[in-house]
């Protein structure tokens, strides 16, 4: 009695006898020709026909060369030749040969796709025919591209990461990410858009590849006037597109002069930063209509978030740099950025020959109000005076808080001493003018001493030191006055 695995055997026998060959040809995933000796194609199976839109009564009897003339590659028509004439066969890979066959297949969405392939073409030992087997590796090379493309993305993120870590200017990195996706999406220039402090305004921060022309027409949107490509991406929280924007009449005002730049859409990505909070829009305006694909949406997702990073560093470092520079309870430059405005002015005055005021101010009084009724009623009350004393300065002009009640301001050029005394009258009336706190009224005084370059002083040490004596002077006067020692 036959073994189970003679009785396998003897089945397999009967099943590759009768199986028919040109069906299992015509079952492979791949194409599959054979050619005689001349070259021709004696046979094709059903995916190469699919593939190329072609019947094979078209197709049996030509030479690939007749089939497709003058669209093949020299290295393909060469490779068939030496097979069929002279029995040696030949692997054409994509990595070599970018460009083989035309063959072509249908995507899910209907549309006809160029088929990346390699080809192996082998003479058959036992007969003259020669058989060409084209495989498709359009997955394969998309996920090498994709691979590719990642690790470009990721050099690139890596380049902005260092310029925003290395403290880079804001502009700087901003015009790097833009640079970035214009790398990536060729004849597409890019732009950054800021959400302004009031949120009413978008304005251009960076837009390293747009001429003038179009930025200055962009320069500043209102967000709650008419929708645009841009306002909806912050309006929405989300990509915006405007496939054509010669189709989309809120770009009217803006029309002519992107014709003339070639651009026919735009791409608006919202920059949200913590809390989701949006700060900005990354606006991409290609020179083709249509809307971006997922490998672009992907990228504009990444530099949007790479320029929220760089707009969250700035915002801490310039609160860092505002803290350590002005006084946190009154908001007003303290004793280091005094000294700046001190010396940079100094060394105007002397270039330009003019003189300059200097005002020690401290308070009569104030020490009472902090015990009489707490310390929060005198930060209250040094709140409200130190926006007092701004408001009778010219822009220009400085007033600093050097100690609790002790102020000092910084007239940036003066006339007379009958012009710095003016102000310091001012500054008296505005300061004795008593201050309402729920139904407490607050009143204090202030001692005023004066010095003026060069008269007083030619030196920062000097001129502080000859107000500070002066100030000293106007206490042991009465108070609520002004004293200048020259």
């Known amino acids: 009695m036959p073994s189970s695995s003679e009785t396998s055997s003897v089945c397999l026998n009967d099943i590759l006898d009768n199986l028919d060959c040109t069906d299992l040809l015509h079952s492979l995933d791949g194409g599959v020709l054979l050619l005689d000796a001349q070259c021709r194609i004696i046979f094709c199976n059903r995916w190469f026909c699919r593939h190329t839109g072609l019947v094979d009564s078209n197709i049996l009897g030509q030479t690939l060369a007749q089939l497709f003339p003058e669209q093949l590659p020299s290295p393909l028509l060469d490779a068939v030749e030496t097979a069929c004439h002279q029995r040696l066969g030949r692997i054409l890979s994509y990595q070599l040969h970018k460009r083989l066959l035309p063959l072509r297949r249908l995507t899910p969405c209907g549309e006809l796709q160029t088929l990346h392939q390699s080809i192996l ?90 001429p003038g022309a179009f930025t200055r027409r962009g320069e500043e949107m209102i967000l709650s006037s008419a929708s645009t490509t841009c306002t909806r991406a912050v309006q929405l929280h989300k990509l915006a597109v405007t496939a054509n924007i010669h189709q989309d009449d809120s770009w009217s005002p803006w029309r002519e002069v992107a014709q003339g730049l070639q651009i026919a859409a735009c791409w608006a990505q919202p920059i949200v930063a913590a809390y989701d909070e949006v700060v900005g829009v990354f606006a991409c305006y290609p020179q083709h209509t249509g809307a971006p694909n997922e490998p672009e949406r992907q990228l504009l997702l990444r530099m949007a978030h790479l320029a929220a990073i760089a707009l969250e560093r700035h915002r801490r470092m310039e609160r860092i740099r505002f803290l350590a520079l002005h006084d946190p309870l009154t908001g007003l430059p303290n004793r280091s ?109 202030a001692s005023i001493g004066i010095a003026l370059y060069p008269e007083d002083g030619t030196s920062s040490d000097a001129l502080l030191t000859c107000a500070d004596d002066a100030m000293y002077r106007a206490k042991a006067n009465g108070k609520n006055c002004w004293y200048r020692i020259g």
């Open 337 to 445: 950025l005094l000294n700046e405005h001190l010396g940079r002015n100094l060394r105007r005055a002397n270039r330009e020959n003019h003189q300059f005021a200097l005002m020690f101010i401290d308070l009569d009084g104030f020490k009472q109000i902090n015990d009489q009724h707490g310390h929060d009623a005198g930060d209250d009350l040094l709140s409200v005076l130190a926006g007092r004393m701004t408001e009778q300065l010219r822009g220009t002009d400085t007033c600093a808080r050097i100690g609790g009640d002790e102020f000092v301001v910084m007239l940036e050029t003066v006339q007379s001493p009958d012009g710095a005394a003016r102000v310091a009258d001012k500054i008296l009336k505005c300061l004795n003018t008593p201050v309402q706190r729920g139904q407490l009224l607050l009143q204090v005084s």
């Open 121 to 210: 073409i082998k003479p058959l030992s036992q007969s003259d025919l020669t058989l060409v087997q084209c495989l498709d590796i359009t997955n394969a090379v998309k996920r090498e591209q994709h691979l590719r493309a990642s690790e470009r993305i990721l050099k690139l993120e890596r380049r902005v990461l260092e310029s925003i870590a290395a403290g880079d200017p804001l502009d700087t990195v901003l015009d790097e990410i833009c640079n970035t996706v214009e790398q990536l999406i060729p004849d597409a220039p890019t732009a950054v858009m800021l959400v302004d402090e009031t949120h009413n305004l978008l304005t251009i921060k960076s837009a390293p590849n747009l």
